[in-house]
């Protein structure tokens, strides 16, 4: 497979598209979810709300935290998330901007 030319999108183009990326797997979604229902910080919590692996949980979270869509604080030996705002804004932003450009044409097939 050849490499993406990313040096021919624009940096919001690109951003959005890392930022998607590592979203894109159902357990990241539901861990998202999940630390918004929460409404605060989540810590423990996820392995057993979501019945996945301790492992498979914190190689999930190292992927949303490298995107910074979660960050975390560590307590002793305890590392809690929660949502970035700024990153979360910039997707709600980007993403209302992309899916409200589409007018739905009469005439499309």
Not at 21 to 27: F, I, T
Not at 53 to 62: F, N
Not at 79 to 93: A, F, G, R, S
């Amino acid at each position: 497979m050849g490499l993406t030319k990313t040096e021919i999108f624009t940096a919001e183009q690109n951003r959005l598209a890392q930022l998607l990326k590592a979203m894109a797997h159902p357990a990241r979604i539901a861990i998202l979810q999940q630390i918004i229902s929460a409404n605060a910080c989540i810590c423990g919590d996820l392995v057993e709300e979501l019945g996945l692996a301790q492992a498979t949980i914190s190689q999930h979270l190292k992927e949303l935290k490298n995107a910074g869509i979660i960050q975390g604080t560590i307590e002793g030996v305890t590392v809690c998330y929660c949502i970035n705002p700024v990153t979360w804004k910039l997707l709600e932003h980007q993403l209302g901007a992309f899916f409200g450009s589409y007018k739905a044409s009469p005439d499309c097939c």
